[in-house]
């Protein structure tokens, strides 16, 4: 049997593994279970490993970290495959795939490939209360949609600042979430960028000093500037098109497409596109000229709303 483990969502890919692992040892033993790394080992001794029989087990579990980081091990698959024994159970680990690749055309012919994807906003709040519950803890489902804005959806961080949080107090609250966690750099860029076109210039410096004191670099923040007007731009071409629709269109997450959809109605495509041609220019200049970032980009903050 060949899996294929791949997709963003870390956090559900890593508990399938860990509970693909447990049933191997549960009926095997732990003897037959093999790990290895391929961006760290010789494509020989992948190959060797792939290939090998069981010994003192009745069956084998070997497990491929990242095996698209060994190129001749994937170009040189294909003509091994066939011949490897089906006492040998192989589960191929690589958060992302090149399509283009035959190594990854071979997998999707011949192996059960996994995807994980990161939860909705919906599936993940659902998520949350399911987990808060079971640690005995407690969260409102308008806490837990505060927290997602907050740090994110990934579900590995979510998980984590849960955890933390459920350490101080089993009652999770705005309060709570607000003293215990911060805010990542992609919600902060969205309400820096809110802030400006409300003309609360202020507040929109003071959320990229707050950035700077996290050592984010201005050339980060001015990357995640260009994304979010990226964004803004995409839902605003989208029209009457429901989130949903825009988000499977473009491939984004239906959360950062529903978050932009009430800024959009109060700017005009032209002065999106504007923005993102006048960012682009500070960020080729910042890459050649000795000035200072700081200044540069808090002046460009200061003038955002303009047209």
Known sequence: MIVSFSGPNSFELQKS????TQDFIKDQGDFGVEHLDASRVSTATLIESVQA????AGKRLLIVQDPAENKLFTEK?????????????????????DKRSSFYKLLQKKADNKV????????????????????????QSQDA???????????????????????????????????LTARNVQSTIFDLIEETF??????????????????????????????????????????????DTIAREAKINPYVVRKSSSLVQ????????????????????????????????MELIMHFNQA
């Open 17 to 20: 593994l860990r509970k693909l």
């Open 53 to 56: 029989m069981p010994f003192l």
């Open 77 to 97: 698959f294909s003509s091994f495959i066939d011949s490897i024994s089906d006492d040998t159970d192989i589960i191929f680990v690589q958060e992302k795939y």
């Open 116 to 139: 994980f994807e990161e939860l909705n906003e919906a599936a993940l709040i659902k998520w949350i209360g399911g987990y808060v519950s079971y640690e005995q803890g407690t969260i």
């Open 145 to 179: 949609r505060y927290l997602i804005e907050r740090v994110g959806m990934s579900q590995r961080t979510v998980q984590s600042e849960l955890d933390k949080l459920l350490s101080y107090n089993n009652a999770i609250t705005k309060d709570s979430i607000n003293l």
């Open 198 to 243: 409300a003309g609360r210039t202020v507040r929109a410096l003071d959320l990229y000093r707050e950035q700077r004191m996290q050592k984010v670099e201005p050339l980060q923040i001015i990357a995640m500037i260009v994304w979010q007007l990226h964004i803004l731009a995409i839902v605003k071409t989208g029209g009457s098109k429901s989130p």
């Open 266 to 297: 109060k700017i005009q495509l032209k002065h999106i596109k504007s923005l993102v041609e006048r960012t682009r220019d500070l960020e080729c200049r910042l890459k050649r000229e000795p000035i200072d970032g700081d200044e540069a980009l």
